[in-house]
Nanobody, 112 residues
Framework: QVQPVESGGGLVQPGGSLRLSCVAS????????MDWYRQAPGKQRVLVAT???????AYADQVKGRFTISRDNAKKTVYLQMNSLKPEDTAVYYC??????WGQGTQVTVSS
């Protein structure tokens, strides 16, 4: 199955920022709803951000005001800008595109 390709994760200190990218390797439609999920060690995968085809966004309460989802349709890419990172944001981050299977994710570690 076709997977998206996530990147941009890494180790960052509390209060720092990262921008994650997710590129569609196959079909991509601007009307798709795109999601970012995360999975912390020992926990279930949870939705953190959503952007509809009309660019309406929604966020989990834990990241509201700190994370921003955006997209560049010409590049078939969805982004997650993460600011004011906290240790509890540590997780593997995945994007989800319609018809695509889960990708490998990108690890984000927030630690001093």
């Amino acid at each position: 199955q076709v997977q998206p390709v996530e990147s941009g994760g890494g180790l960052v200190q509390p209060g720092g920022s990262l921008r994650l990218s997710c590129v569609a390797s196959g079909n991509y439609y601007s009307f798709w709803t795109m999601d970012w999920y995360r999975q912390a060690p020992g926990k279930q995968r949870v939705l953190v951000a959503t952007m509809t085809g009309r660019d309406t966004t929604a966020y989990a309460d834990q990241v509201k005001g700190r994370f921003t989802i955006s997209r560049d349709n010409a590049k078939k890419t969805v982004y997650l800008q993460m600011n004011s990172l906290k240790p509890e944001d540590t997780a593997v981050y995945y994007c989800k595109m319609p018809t695509y299977s889960w990708g490998q994710g990108t690890q984000v570690t927030v630690s001093s």
